[in-house]
């Protein structure tokens, strides 16, 4: 049984910065296929970005290159840097653990956070 906590969402302005992390317990994220997502207002679950196997790390193309995923395997900890942030990506961020492929579907995880609220006005 993993838990998984989010936090670090709040209201920002275009072009600003925010770190989610998620803390997990009752199991591991190091050896786990675990990611992000994100879910609008009136819109499906958003792929935002994941460990997959192997050590291989993978974004959705409306973040790549502006989102970074981190990992401390020490504290359990998974990490995602919102970098130049725009108000399309205003969204409830989750996280999401034993995951499997297609690593960008979350029909494709067991866990999932309760999710943090990030906003970003213009």
């Known amino acids: 049984q993993v838990q998984l906590v989010e936090s670090g969402g709040g209201l920002v302005q275009a072009g600003d910065s925010l770190r989610l992390a998620c803390a997990a317990s009752?199991?591991?994220?190091?050896?786990?296929?675990a990611g992000w997502f994100r879910q609008a207002p009136g819109k499906e679950r958003e792929f935002v970005a994941a460990f997959g196997s192997s050590g291989h790390i993978y974004y959705g193309g409306p973040v790549k290159g502006r989102f970074r995923i981190s990992r401390d395997n020490a504290e359990n900890m998974m990490y995602l840097q919102l970098n130049s942030l725009k108000p399309e990506d205003t969204a409830v961020y989750y996280c999401a653990a034993r995951g499997r492929s297609p690593f960008s579907s979350p029909e494709s995880y067991d866990y999932w956070g309760q999710g943090t609220q990030v906003t970003v006005s213009s």
């Open positions: 009752g199991r591991t994220l190091r050896n786990d296929v």
